[in-house]
């Protein structure tokens, strides 16, 4: 069905026509970017209990504004005009993603319109920097293609295998998706997530997460923090949509607590008072923080990168040891200068390396100059330099993945093994001669030459041997020529 709003967009909708007008209302939101059938999985358990009614946000789905003003007020409006017309005075609002925002965002407009709140995987207070860095890189992904977005999002908000069908699901959503609209809608999220108005929800709530989720379950028991009246519970074995991939239990939990009548009692106590006030304290100091972190990203496994805040920076890092402090700094968040002279100039007497260091370390500075408004990135006193942003290395990320396989059986070895080697880089960390890095790199190289000669057996074992003899060339091309028999390797289990 179809709502004809004034400003000549159409919000289609469904709603449940059999379902006793009696019965109390539960409206679903569904999240930026997807669209009302991602709910197909769960609605099916409250048919009977609740008057169901699911819609696509403007600009999703089959709902049109695809080119109309993204912000939180619009959509809160569409979604009160869309209770009017069908009737609704008061109704129970279950929003995921952004979704939640949008249902935390009409309670606080309409509060007599909700009865209870059910927020699933909400985003609230994401460093700005880290989220400008993540539009950034899903952006460059748009700009290669629809299917290589919506890949790239399906991975990151499912934790199940791209082989099910719950995963295809997700993946065609998000490349049917109107691309322009959800970066609009990003961007809107950035600047505002809900966050201020949380602590004006009175109203009962259950926060939901998926005990996969990397990011969210941290997100939402914040948001659950905030709330007065909040029930915080971790859905098992799902990710960022636990009613796509767990719909029976998040389901079952939901219906409980609707259910549930009576106003859980909070205490009024000088204590709990005290407590609740320190604990708000510390989450709005902690805020302030947050909202001035900034975020570093450096690529050095194939070729040199550095993007600061989402913004590239190419030029100036081969003047003046900038490059070799970045890469120091990389491994070394927090170092004293005499430690930088050690590993930068081990050669040169103490007291000139100084005067050298001081020179580098002011142009270093000048690279890394932080946002207007921000927090300094590089904090230099008389004996100390520290690197104050959140960093994202390739090479850390690969060092992590490759420590990780030693522990990993050997059904997950082989996969994440057969990806790391099929994306490794030639050369591999080209321009990097530091000597105190070049034990790491002679390391690093070991560990790839017995990874790739570990998945080498495997494939021989498969009876795959033109694979095999990838591999083979793979582990030759980081070994020395003292090294190269079979059995002087030491094989990672």
């Known amino acids: 069905m179809l709502l004809q709003l004034e400003d000549a967009i159409?919000?289609?909708?469904?709603?449940?026509?059999?379902?006793?007008?009696?019965?109390?209302?539960?409206?679903?939101?569904?999240?930026?970017?997807?669209?009302?059938?991602?709910?197909?999985?769960?609605?099916?358990?409250f048919k009977g209990h609740y008057r169901i009614v699911l819609y696509d946000l403007r600009g999703h789905g089959r709902s049109t504004g695809e080119d109309s003003e993204a912000g939180w007020s619009v959509f809160?409006?569409?979604?009160?005009?869309?209770?009017?017309?069908?009737?609704?005075?008061?109704?129970?609002?279950?929003g995921h993603g952004g979704g939640a925002v949008i249902a935390v965002q009409f309670c606080s407009s309409y509060p007599g319109m909700v009865?209870?709140?059910?927020?699933?995987?909400?985003?609230?207070?994401?460093?700005?920097?880290?989220?400008?860095?993540?539009?950034?890189?899903?952006?460059?992904?748009?700009?290669?293609?629809?299917?290589?977005?919506?890949?790239?999002?399906?991975?990151?908000t499912t934790a199940l295998p791209d082989?099910?069908?719950?995963?295809?699901?997700?993946?065609?959503?998000?490349?049917?998706?109107?691309?322009?609209?959800?970066?609009?809608?990003?961007?809107?999220?950035?600047?505002e997530d809900g966050w201020k108005e949380l602590k004006r929800i009175s109203h009962r709530t259950l926060v939901l997460a998926g005990e996969y989720d990397p990011l969210y379950v941290t997100s939402a028991s914040l948001a659950a923090s905030r709330l007065p009246d909040a029930s915080f519970l971790i859905v098992p074995d799902s990710a960022y949509l636990p009613f796509l991939e767990q719909p029976g239990t998040t389901a079952s939990w939901i219906r409980r607590f609707l259910q549930t009548k009576q106003t859980r009692a909070v205490s009024d106590s000088l204590l709990v008072r005290d407590v609740r006030g320190t604990l708000q304290l510390f989450l709005d100091e902690g805020e302030k923080k947050v909202e001035l972190?900034?975020?570093?990203?450096?690529?050095?496994?194939?070729?040199?990168?550095?993007?600061?805040?989402?913004?590239?920076?190419?030029?100036?890092?081969?003047?003046?040891?900038?490059?070799?402090?970045?890469?120091?700094?990389?491994?070394?968040?927090?170092?004293?200068?005499?430690?930088?002279?050690?590993?930068?100039?081990?050669?040169?007497?103490?007291?000139?390396?100084?005067?050298?260091?001081?020179?580098?370390?002011?142009?270093?500075?000048?690279?890394m100059q932080a946002q207007e408004g921000g927090a300094p990135i590089l904090s230099v006193d008389r004996e100390h330099v520290m690197l104050r942003c959140v960093i994202r290395c390739d090479l850390l990320d690969f060092l992590a993945e490759i420590k990780d396989l030693h522990h990993a059986d050997a059904a997950r070895k082989y996969e994440s093994a057969g990806r790391l080697l099929g994306n490794l880089p030639d050369p591999l960390l080209p321009g990097i001669y530091d000597e105190w890095f070049m034990d790491r790199k002679s390391r690093l190289e070991m560990e790839v030459a017995e990874l790739a000669v570990w998945m080498e057996d495997q494939e021989k074992r498969r009876g795959r041997h033109q694979r095999a003899e990838g591999y083979r060339r793979i582990a030759?091309?980081?070994?020395?020529?003292?090294?190269?028999?079979?059995?002087?390797?030491i094989q990672i289990l």
């Open 76 to 94: 809160v409006d569409d979604l009160h005009l869309l209770m009017e017309r069908l009737g609704i005075r008061r109704a129970h609002i279950a």
């Open 10 to 45: 159409t919000i289609h909708y469904k709603e449940d026509s059999a379902a006793d007008q009696a019965l109390e209302v539960l409206v679903f939101i569904h999240d930026l970017g997807l669209d009302l059938t991602v709910w197909d999985e769960i609605i099916g358990f």
């Open 163 to 191: 082989s099910a069908s719950a995963f295809r699901i997700v993946r065609d959503l998000y490349s049917n998706m109107n691309t322009d609209l959800y970066f609009r809608a990003m961007d809107m999220l950035l600047r």
């Open 293 to 367: 972190a900034q975020m570093l990203k450096v690529n050095l496994l194939g070729s040199f990168q550095v993007i600061l805040n989402g913004q590239e920076k190419p030029d100036g890092w081969n003047q003046r040891y900038a490059k070799s402090l970045l890469l120091y700094m990389i491994f070394h968040p927090t170092a004293s200068r005499e430690e930088l002279c050690d590993a930068l100039f081990p050669q040169v007497p103490s007291k000139t390396a100084m005067r050298n260091i001081k020179v580098y370390l002011h142009y270093f500075k000048r690279m």
């Open 476 to 489: 030759r091309r980081f070994l020395h020529e003292e090294e190269k028999e079979p059995g002087t390797f």
């Open 115 to 156: 009865e209870k709140l059910i927020l699933i995987s909400i985003p609230v207070k994401f460093p700005a920097a880290l989220m400008r860095a993540k539009i950034a890189e899903r952006k460059k992904l748009a700009g290669e293609g629809r299917l290589s977005l919506a890949e790239e999002l399906a991975a990151f």
